[in-house]
T-cell receptor
Framework: LAKTTQPISMDSYEGQEVNITCSHNNIATNDYITWYQQFPSQGPRFIIQGYKTKVTNEVASLFIPADRKSSTLSLPRVSLSDTAVYYCLVGDEGDSSYKLIFGSGTRLLVRP | GAVVSQHPSWVICKSGTSVKIECRSLDFQATTMFWYRQFPKQSLMLMATSNEGSKATYEQGVEKDKFLINHASLTLSTLTVTSAHPEDSSFYIC?????????????FGPGTRLTVL
């Protein structure tokens, strides 16, 4: 089972900032939080990864509170091309390796 | 970010035939590779985890004799769908990470669309 919960869908308009929050109440001490973006018929594309506090790169910011039970992906000034499914992932200690189990993701629709 | 490729990007085959899909990490060595399957409008489902040089570990409900996985080198993993049937039609996506450590980012390939007639 996925270890994360996020909204099924969100709507926004071009130029707005979008914040997608993910809950991961059972996050383990060694877990990192990773966000991916997926367009139809494509593999997931890595957006950002963090362990605690705030991480920022050229496309997004990731905010993680001290208890790490949730995280928020922030997309500044979205455009139509940001319409996609966004997945928040926390790893799972498998039998052989640390692995990522996908939840349902958040379907973001950016309107003109 | 790191690049993971898949070949072919799409394949159509007749029922009963076997299909091989390749997954390559192009600019890093991947000790661990993963295979996922995605049906339309659904999320990715993990099928199996493979570590270089050892047998793959399959998720519950995935038939290991039907989905053969080989991870013979640090840059190549293959998934063979044996005796494919129409219900095996799906989008197959591989991913790779440099090691099994949590801090290592997992990168995904572009996916392979399999259609079984």
């Amino acid at each position: 089972l996925a270890k994360t919960t996020q909204p099924i869908s969100m709507d926004s308009y071009e130029g707005q900032e979008v914040n997608i929050t993910c809950s991961h109440n059972n996050i383990a001490t060694n877990d990192y939080i990773t966000w991916y973006q997926q367009f139809p018929s494509q593999g997931p594309r890595f957006i950002i990864q963090g362990y605690k506090t705030k991480v920022t790169n050229e496309v997004a910011s990731l905010f993680i509170p001290a208890d790490r039970k949730s995280s928020t992906l922030s997309l500044p000034r979205v455009s139509l091309s940001d319409t996609a499914v966004y997945y928040c992932l926390v790893g799972d200690e498998g039998d052989s390796s640390y692995k990522l189990i996908f939840g349902s993701g958040t379907r973001l629709l950016v309107r003109p | 970010g790191a690049v993971v490729s898949q070949h072919p990007s799409w394949v159509i085959c007749k029922s009963g035939t076997s299909v091989k899909i390749e997954c390559r990490s192009l600019d890093f060595q991947a000790t661990t590779m993963f295979w996922y399957r995605q049906f339309p409008k659904q999320s990715l489902m993990l099928m199996a985890t493979s570590n270089e040089g050892s047998k793959a570990t399959y998720e519950q409900g995935v038939e290991k004799d039907k989905f053969l996985i080989n991870h013979a080198s640090l840059t190549l993993s293959t998934l063979t769908v044996t005796s494919a049937h129409p219900e095996d039609s799906s989008f197959y996506i591989c991913s790779a990470r440099a090691s099994g450590r949590a801090a290592d980012t997992q990168y995904f390939g572009p996916g392979t669309r399999l259609t079984v007639l």
